[in-house]
């Protein structure tokens, strides 16, 4: 019997829908998977080279070549953000109220530690996300707790990582545009999705995470590392407003007197090669980030592992991207104390181990 009028017969559907005899939409995944939080066969079925063969921004090679840092977002570049279902339904719905809920509750206390965090987190982050023009901000607070709970539930890994890979990639889209656009009003905004955007850059390629991408990678690691120097270039001329505005108190640091033991040890180590390896401009640059971060209160470790790559040069970032070999010695002594941290951030999962054996490859 022919199909009916005004009806398409889906040949190309998910075998879920075949199973059910409902028609499919043949979305990425498919609408039905996605309100069933199912695996969806279509997305399953279509191989990582097919994946990245749509991509315009950077896709490693097998000789690297140095990036030309004219897009810092290219790390969300991956098969994982392109998994991109249709417009939100009452269901997801529900699901991002849920994760609004994990973020405001839960994920804000597993994130970077500072003064006024509480309530900026639970308040004034949540606030401005909902001003009008400001959509990225909450596509980025609801990536960023997706991806919490994809790692929290293993067993509901697929739903939760779907739905982040989804909230980052209208992040990303709303972000280019206001960036293109920055001013003394949107620059908190901007600043705001600025700063959770290199959690969730290391949460994607987390082990586990995104898992047709295997373990992280010094490739991912270099993307992430163009992220961070990209943003900070952008923010960098606004940060006076941003001081006086609703998140000032993220760029207020405090001070301590104790030092990082850990810090401490690689600094004196540090400065040991770079005076028998001169000039070494990677050494002498994480020698000052790590200087200023032993000044400095709350997570100084952390600092060092987020902020390491706004103290280069673009030579410098050119030599690691191709390699070479001072690049390499220099990176060694940043996973140490990346090793350190690790453990105590759930988005960091798994990137020690894998850089490191990424940099044992290039010997």
Same mark, same amino acid.
């Given at each position: ?97 849920e994760l609004m809920h994990h973020l ?20 004034? $982050?949540?606030?401005? /996300? ?5 959509? #990225?901000?909450? %596509?980025? =607070? ?25 909230h980052q990639d209208s992040a990303i ?96 180590? $540090?400065?040991?090669? /770079? ?5 070494? #401009?990677?050494? %002498?640059? =994480? ?77």
């Amino acid at each position: 019997m022919p199909p009916r009028l005004g009806f398409r017969k889906s040949r190309n559907g998910c075998l879920k829908c075949k199973e059910r005899r409902v028609k499919c939409d043949e979305q990425l995944p498919c609408s039905a998977c996605v309100r069933h939080g199912i695996e969806c066969s279509l997305v399953a079925s279509r191989s990582q080279s097919e994946m990245r063969g749509d991509l315009s921004m950077v896709s490693p090679s097998e000789s690297p070549q140095p990036p030309l840092e004219s897009d810092p977002f290219s790390v969300f570049d991956s098969s994982a953000a392109k998994l991109h279902g249709q417009e939100p339904d009452v269901v997801q719905w529900r699901v991002d109220l849920e994760l609004m809920h994990h973020l405001t509750s839960v994920t804000w206390n597993t994130l970077p530690k500072g003064p006024g965090r509480q309530e900026i987190w639970q308040v004034a $982050l949540p606030r401005l /996300a909902l001003e009008q023009g400001n959509e #990225f901000v909450l %596509h980025q =607070l609801l990536a960023v707790a997706a991806y919490h709970m994809a790692f929290l539930y293993p067993d509901d890994h697929v739903r939760h990582a779907v739905r982040a890979s989804q909230h980052q990639d209208s992040a990303i889209q709303g972000l280019r545009t206001a960036v293109a656009n920055i001013n003394e009003n949107n620059c908190h905004a901007i600043f705001a999705t600025a700063s959770i955007l290199t959690i969730s850059a290391f949460a994607s390629h987390s082990t586990g995470m995104a898992q047709d991408l295997g373990p992280p990678t010094l490739d991912s690691l270099i993307e992430v590392f163009s992220l961070v120097r990209g943003v900070h270039r952008i923010l960098n001329s606004w940060e006076d407003y941003i001081f006086r505005g609703p998140l000032g108190q993220l760029l207020d640091l405090g001070s301590h007197d104790s030092e990082s033991p850990l810090l401490s040890t690689v600094l004196r180590e $540090l400065e040991e090669f /770079a005076a028998s390896n001169s000039p070494h #401009f990677g050494a %002498h640059s =994480l020698i000052t980030c790590i200087k200023f971060a032993n000044l400095k209160g709350y997570d100084s470790e952390l600092r060092v592992v987020n902020m390491w790559a706004t103290y280069w040069s673009h030579e410098f970032f050119n030599s690691l991207c191709t390699r070479e070999v001072p690049a390499m010695e220099a990176l060694n002594y940043y996973v140490r104390i990346f090793e350190a941290v690790e453990s105590n951030h759930w988005y960091l999962n798994g990137w020690s181990s894998g850089v490191r054996r990424d940099i044992e490859m290039t010997k």
